[in-house]
């Protein structure tokens, strides 16, 4: 059982710089690789970036390549998501989750724990 709850989001101007956090409950945080998604009004859910268990490796979407970095804390059983150069198309909601495993997983259904959200809302 891992609950996880996000923090960071608020309202920024383009260009501007946000760091997401999403803090882990769980006994054995280590173990579980992450992901971060974003969903957009009237949009689906849309994966953005995702790390594996000890923090080695990560992979982005493209749109946000270069950008978006994600990263982890096992110490504190805490994901990161730093996100520069924002764009108004970056509004979304965004989740953080978390599955076992010791490999990268892009896909909602590879995710077994979700947050509940943070509003990312990026002004023009």
């Known amino acids: 059982q891992v609950q996880l709850v996000e923090s960071g989001g608020g309202l920024v101007q383009a260009g501007g710089s946000l760091r997401l956090s999403c803090a882990a409950s769980?006994?054995?945080?280590?173990?579980?690789?992450m992901g971060w998604f974003r969903q957009a009004p009237g949009k689906e859910r849309e994966f953005v970036a995702t790390i594996n268990n000890s923090g080695r490796n990560t992979d982005y979407a493209e749109s946000v390549k270069g950008r978006f970095t994600i990263s982890r804390d096992n110490a504190k059983n805490t994901v990161y998501m730093q996100m520069n150069s924002l764009r108004p198309e970056d509004t979304a909601v965004y989740y953080c989750a978390a599955r076992a495993g010791g490999v990268l997983y892009y896909t909602r259904d590879s995710y077994d724990y979700w947050g509940q959200g943070t509003q990312v809302t990026v002004s023009s």
């Open positions: 769980g006994r054995t945080f280590s173990s579980y690789a």
